[in-house]
């Protein structure tokens, strides 16, 4: 009843929120993302998006198909692994941005080791910037982590969002008094964007606490000693939007790959593509 690749396209629209960032992740047209999501909707008998010329949106029913989709494709990639005789093996050096700590990242991690029990998979926390570093020095194989900036293009967009301002519940900030910064350390994206947004508007700040956790940030978020800028969709529970502070503009999470190419990362990069949905979710 549901093909695959409609399935798969319509993951990818809903990841991405664009018919044309879609068309562009899967190497088609943006016509055929445009097909592929209407037969999609006929073989339903449900929208699954709500759009127009200037949004798109999932429906009830579309965040339904999100688990349905998953499941299927998962299995279908299963029966196809089992059936070709496809063992993949080796070592993959795969790093995650700290962003992902709180989400369930893990779950599709499980899942890829299922599936793939013979590969070594050795997994690397660290800022964004630092994974960078890390995959430009051929010390990781595939990363996932923010984009340095909007003229980034590097890798395969896995989903885009905006950055916001948060804090301890009720938390407001004195407009008269300089901003008091939850931050990581540098080499990290957000801080960089934090402090240039801050300058640009002529906002005076401080530093109050710094820490290369994200859970050395949230508690101290959640002690109230300042705003941290942090991805709209992966806001942490006990935090809430602060008012009254500079736009930190959108941020882009991408799927980088190292120069040494391997079937193991190759897998791992579809899984992480097909289950993006999830990097927004708290476990």
Do not use: N
Request: net charge positive.
């Amino acid at each position: 009843m549901y093909e695959p690749v409609q399935l798969r396209t319509f993951l990818t629209v809903a990841q991405t929120l664009s018919f044309t960032q879609a068309a562009g992740r899967l190497g088609v047209r943006q016509s055929t993302v445009s097909q592929h999501v209407r037969r999609l909707e006929e073989a339903t008998g449900r929208p699954l998006f709500l759009r127009d010329t200037h949004r798109v949106e999932l429906t009830e029913d579309g965040e339904a198909m999100l688990g349905f989709a998953r499941t299927i494709l998962e299995a279908h990639e299963r029966a196809a692994a089992w059936f070709t005789g496809t063992r993949l093996r080796g070592r993959l050096r795969f790093g995650a941005s700290e962003d992902f700590v709180l989400t369930r990242l893990p779950e599709i991690l499980v899942a890829f080791r299922q599936q793939h029990p013979e590969v070594d998979l050795e997994l690397s926390v660290e800022l964004s910037g630092t994974l960078h570093e890390r995959l430009d020095a051929g010390r990781l194989d595939l990363v996932l982590a923010k984009r340095r900036g909007p003229d980034d293009e590097r890798g395969r967009l896995v989903w885009r969002d905006r950055m916001v301002w948060i804090g301890a519940e009720g938390l407001r900030v004195d407009p008269d008094r300089p901003v008091p910064l939850i931050v990581f350390p540098p080499p990290g994206i957000t801080r960089a964007r934090a402090l240039e947004v801050l300058e640009r508007e002529g906002r005076a700040w401080r530093i109050a606490c710094t820490s290369g956790s994200l859970s050395g940030l949230v508690a101290a978020a959640r002690a109230g000693l300042g705003v941290m800028a942090h991805t709209r969709g992966l806001v942490p529970p006990g935090l809430a939007r602060v008012a009254g502070l500079p736009d930190l503009g959108p941020v882009e999470f991408a799927l980088l790959r190292g120069p040494r190419v391997s079937a193991a990362a190759e897998a791992l990069a579809a899984a992480v593509l097909s289950g993006a949905d999830r990097l927004t979710r708290t476990g």
